[in-house]
């Protein structure tokens, strides 16, 4: 089936290595939509709000996990079941890259350049 709109940004990836990022981005789309309160708890949300909402989510993840999600008919419902899911990726990341800030050594690379890319991977 043919894309009716086009991904803004990188879908959920079934290695779930952008879980972080991808949070960001629909949290920020949904914001700009107008949506955001779709996926709070306690929310009032029209039929229409929701479907589009639930659609912005269906498009924005992978096919893998877009069928394990697939009886899913709430936005929020999709969101706190991908959260409870992923959520444990933050204490992960975080370590690690406590981990990569104390090894960080400018002497490592022979480009500044370098240095700061890594170095903004680890802040980010």
Same mark, same amino acid.
Not at 86 to 107: G, I, M, P, T, Y
């Given at each position: 089936m043919a894309n009716i709109e086009n991904q803004k940004f990188i879908a959920l990836d079934i290695s779930v290595k952008n879980y972080l990022s991808w949070v960001l981005d629909v949290k920020l789309h949904l914001s700009a939509k107008k949506l955001r309160h779709t996926i709070d708890e306690d929310n009032a949300v029209s039929n229409d709000e929701r479907a589009t909402a639930l659609i912005f989510l269906r498009h924005h993840i992978d096919?893998?996990?877009? !069928?394990? !999600?697939?009886?899913?008919?709430?936005?929020l419902e999709l969101w706190q079941n991908l959260n409870d899911r992923?959520?444990?990726?933050?204490?992960?990341?975080?370590?690690?890259?406590?981990?990569?800030?104390?090894?960080?050594?400018?002497?490592d690379f022979k480009m500044v350049s370098e240095y700061n890319c890594t170095l903004f991977k680890i802040v980010s």
């Open positions: 096919d893998g996990l877009k !069928y394990e !999600y697939l009886t899913v008919e709430n936005p992923l959520e444990h990726l933050k204490a992960v990341v975080l370590s690690k890259a406590l981990n990569d800030w104390s090894q960080l050594r400018f002497q």
